[in-house]
C-alpha cells in the first residue's frame, strides 16, 4: 500500500501527517482543511473566532455554540474544577498577563497577577444543555483551550481517516502524536515516538516509546519560557498564585487511547514534586505517564517498564 507524508505549519506549530491507504493524497487535502476549521472556531488569537464570541460576552450574556465545542468545553471544566491538580479553562486573563512564547512577553507586578486571580474561577462557567449555550458569569474572564485543543483535533482526525478505511497511520500536531494501528515499517510493528530530554536544548532524546494504536503528549518546562533578571519563567501557569507551577517535575508524558486525554492530563500531573504527580496520575483510569524531573530522573507510573532506553506497556500476569 503506497505512503504518503506531508509536514506543514498551523496554529503555530509544526503539523505531520503520514498516511498508508491508496488515496492518501486526497486525505491528507481533506486534514488540512478540517485542521484548518478547527484552528478558526477554536482559537483566541482571532476576534470573530467561535471561542472568543464566548469570551467577548463575559458577564454579558450566554453564547450558543456548536456540539463539538460545547462538549469539549464542558470535559475541560470537569478536571478544571478539581483543585487537586493545575489544568483550568479560564486561565486566559493569567496567560495573557505573561504572554510567553510571544515576542512581548513580559514580567507582570503582583499587583496585575491578584487582579487576575478572582476572574480565572472554572465553576463561574455555566452550561445549558437544551440551548447549548456557555456563559462566563464573570466581566473578563476568558477561555483557553490552549491546553486540550491539540488533541481534540487528533482525534478527530484519525476518527475520520479510520472512517475511510486507514489501517496505518501517524498524526504529529507539534509533538502531540496519535497513532493509527502500527507502522508497516518497523518490526515488531509500532511507531516508535522519542520523548525529548527537558533538560537538553539539543533536541535529543531522552526514552523512546513504541506505540500501536496510541497517543503520546508531552508538556515541559522547556517547551515556552522567557527570562528576565536572570531568571527562567515558564508558561505552564498556576491559577492559585499566577505564577509559574513551582516543581522539580521537568516534563510530563502521557500515553492514552484517546489525544485529548493526554493533553488534559500532561498539565494536570504538573504538581509540586514528582512523588506527588506519580501517586496523582496512578489513580486516574485509561492513561500512564512517564516523569522526567529537573535532575533528568525518569520515572514511569504501574502501567509501564523502563530500561533506560524504550518504555513498554507491563502485560498484566495470567495465574
Known sequence: MPSYKTRFQMMGTFIDLVIHHDNGEQLIRDCY?????????????????????????????????KADLYELIKKAQKISIDKAN??????????????IGFDDAKLPTNIELEDKLCIVDPTKVVFDDLYQTVYLAQAGMQIDLGAIAKGYFADQIKEYLISQKVEHGYINLGGNVLTIGGSPDNNPKAWNVGIQNPLSSRGEISRVVPLTNQSMVTSGVNERYFESNG???????????????????????????????????????????????????????????????????VYVTKGLSDNGQFIQKVEPTTK
Open 33 to 65: 482543511l478540517q485542521l484548518q476549521q478547527f484552528a478558526q472556531r477554536f482559537t483566541v488569537n482571532q476576534s470573530q473566532s467561535e471561542l472568543m464570541h464566548v469570551n467577548n460576552n463575559a458577564g454579558v450574556r450566554p453564547v450558543r455554540v
Open 86 to 99: 493545575p489544568f483550568n479553562i479560564v486561565i486566559g486573563p493569567l496567560v495573557k498577563a505573561w504572554r
Open 231 to 297: 531568571q527562567r519563567y515558564h508558561h505552564l501557569l498556576d491559577a492559585k498564585t499566577g505564577k509559574p507551577i513551582a516543581t522539580n517535575i521537568a516534563s510530563v508524558t502521557i500515553i492514552s487511547n484517546h489525544s485529548v486525554d493526554g493533553e488534559i492530563w500532561s498539565t494536570a500531573g504538573f504538581l509540586s514534586s514528582t512523588e506527588q504527580a506519580l501517586a496523582y496520575l496512578n489513580r486516574q483510569v485509561g492513561i500512564e505517564a512517564v516523569l522526567i524531573s529537573n535532575q533528568g530522573q
